[in-house]
Each structure stands twice: as C-alpha cells, then as structure tokens.
C-alpha cells in the first residue's frame, strides 16, 4: 500500500505537480517507521519531498535534513546506497545553488564513481544523466568551459527527459563561457525547447547570456524577461535561476 503511495507520489513529482507531491511525501514520512534493511518508505518519502523542495528552488531550506538523510543512510544493500545517492545528487544541486562549484564538483565525482560500482545491481541511467548535468554546471562555475563542454556534447545523445533540457542548457551555457556566442545561439536553434517545470526558463536564460554577449541588449533583455515570467509562474520565488535571470536583466538594462 505504502509503495503504491510512493509510486504515486513520484508520479506526481515527475509531472511537476510539486505542492502535491511534497505534501504527500511529508504526510507518509510522519507515518510509524518499521526497521528493516531495505528501504523504509519514510526513508523514500523523506528523500522524495527534500527533491521535490529542491526541485522546486527551496534548496536552501533542506540542507540540514539532507545531511541527516545521508547519515541514516548507512549503504547496507544496494536499494539503500541509490537511495543514498539520490538524496545527494539533491545535495550537490543545493551547493549548485550557493555557488559552492568546487564542493559540488567533488560531491558529483564521488557520486558517479558510485554509480559506476553499483551500475550491475540497479538501474541508474537516469541518475547518472542528473549527476553528469550537475558535475558540468560546477565546471561551468569554475570557468572550465571546455570541459563542462565535452560532458554536455558526450552525454545529449542518450539523455531523455529532463536531463535533455539541462544538458542543451548546459552546452550553450559552456559555449557562452568560451565567447561562442553566435555557435551558442545557433545550437539554441537546434533545440526543441523541454517543457518541463524543472526546466522553467532554462534555454531562455542562456540564450539571453548569449545575445547579450553580443551586444544584442534588446533581444537579450526579452528573452531574460521570458525567463522570470516562466519561472515565476512554475518555480519558487527563491529558486537560483530565477535570482541569476534578475541579476542578468539588470546588467543588460543598467537598473540593477
């Protein structure tokens, strides 16, 4: 009954129906809690409503019980590790978000070589994908472009869902750090833009940074103010990309 629940729940989560998902989640993690080894539906439901909080752009306001999911977490199965691995994929997101980049890098490399020892017990493709997105945004806000470059090119081909969205945003992201902007706008074109909640203003921001680096301020402007109107309607007022779209827009029209 409890999985079934959880199921649902994530279902949600997926479709984007953030408030509904979270309520659930939290409303199942206060149920009793039974010991056992593998994971306890409290254990996932705790794990789901932090992601959904910080899918949501309330990183900020999860980190401790993200720590506290981590340490219970104690990798004693294999379902109990990629539950692990999961709520700190959602970590390394919140330190994404404080611009942590070099504490996020070594979060998403600790993950993936994870990953990589568990890949012949369960199937973990899609949080692979998640975590190469994250480990490319650090690399991005290191400056090491080229790199962040040659992990979104390497790993669009495979990618479904939201990690489409964020690896395209990814890539003109890179190429907007290596002064590629006109490359930059024309793989923007290329994309058929992810309509994902998650994604919210996502390809819009980058291609704002894009038109702005060349000058185009007006473009550059409306494509910005796309992004906060997007984000506005589907994300938390404190998410980080909406708090980088207004940064952008002050810098391109000077009321910053």
Same mark, same amino acid.
């Given at each position: 009954m409890r999985q079934r629940t959880l199921d649902r729940l994530d279902s949600l989560y997926r479709a984007g129906r953030y408030e509904e998902a979270e309520?659930?989640? *939290? /409303?199942?993690?206060?149920?009793?809690?039974?010991?056992?080894?593998?994971?306890?539906?409290?254990?996932?439901?705790? @794990?789901?409503a932090t992601a959904v909080a910080v899918a949501h752009g309330r990183g900020t306001e999860v980190p401790a019980e993200l720590e506290m999911l981590i340490v219970e977490l104690k990798p004693v199965v294999p379902e109990v590790h990629v539950l692990q691995l999961e709520v700190?994929?959602? *970590?390394?997101v919140v330190l994404l978000g404080q611009e942590r980049y070099e504490e996020a890098e070594a979060e998403a490399v600790g993950i993936l070589r994870a990953v990589t020892r568990l890949a012949h017990l369960a199937?973990?493709?899609?949080?692979?994908?998640?975590?190469?997105?994250?480990?490319a945004g650090a690399l991005c806000g290191q400056a090491r472009?080229?790199?962040?470059? /040659?992990? @979104? *090119?390497?790993n669009l081909p495979r990618a479904d869902g939201r990690s489409v969205g964020a690896l395209q945003a990814t890539l003109v992201r890179s190429?907007?750090?290596?002064?590629?902007?006109?490359?930059?706008?024309?793989?923007?074109?290329?994309?058929?833009?992810?309509?994902? *909640?998650?994604?919210?203003?996502?390809?819009?921001?980058?291609?704002?940074?894009?038109?702005?680096g060349l000058g185009r301020r007006d473009e550059a402007a409306a494509a910005v103010r796309?992004?906060? /109107?997007?984000?506005?309607?589907?994300?938390?007022? @404190?998410?980080?990309?909406?708090?980088?779209?207004?940064?952008?827009?002050?810098?391109?029209?000077?009321?910053?």
């Open positions: 309520a659930g989640a *939290r /409303a199942l993690a206060s149920a009793p809690r039974g010991v056992r080894r593998r994971p306890a539906p409290q254990w996932c439901a705790r @794990a789901l700190r994929h959602n *970590r390394t199937p973990l493709r899609r949080l692979e994908l998640h975590v190469l997105e994250n480990l472009h080229e790199e962040a470059e /040659a992990i @979104a *090119r390497g190429l907007n750090g290596q002064g590629r902007y006109e490359e930059a706008l024309a793989v923007v074109g290329q994309f058929t833009p992810v309509r994902e *909640r998650a994604n919210s203003g996502r390809l819009d921001l980058v291609t704002g940074w894009a038109l702005y796309q992004t906060l /109107a997007d984000c506005e309607r589907n994300l938390h007022q @404190a998410h980080p990309r909406t708090r980088e779209a207004r940064t952008l827009l002050g810098a391109i029209t000077g009321e910053g």
